[in-house]
């Protein structure tokens, strides 16, 4: 499970400084990408992004996310984002 975990984290990073909220998998299907809201436990889905002022112009800086439930809006990192 830990190597599960580590992989999707790299995806996740790698699709970030791409400029991308979704990771496709080997067959074809998209996952999104959501945290987990401290608060509730509830699922809370990209609100805003902030571009990095990269040579490209594509990376994330910040990917703020927002809790249906609760209503709070915090700022997600690699760390805390999940693939659905």
């Not at 910040?62 to 249906?68: A, D, H, K, M, Y």
């Amino acid at each position: 499970m830990v190597l599960q975990q580590t992989t999707d984290r790299r995806r996740i990073e790698d699709a970030l400084a791409a400029g991308r909220l979704s990771v496709p998998d080997e067959h074809g299907f998209v996952h999104g990408i959501y945290a987990v809201c401290p608060r509730d436990g509830i699922r809370a889905y990209p609100h805003r992004t902030v571009r990095a002022h990269d040579v490209q112009g594509h990376a994330f800086a910040q990917v703020v996310v927002r809790c249906f439930g609760c209503g709070r809006s915090w700022a997600a990192t690699a760390d805390n984002i999940h693939l659905s």
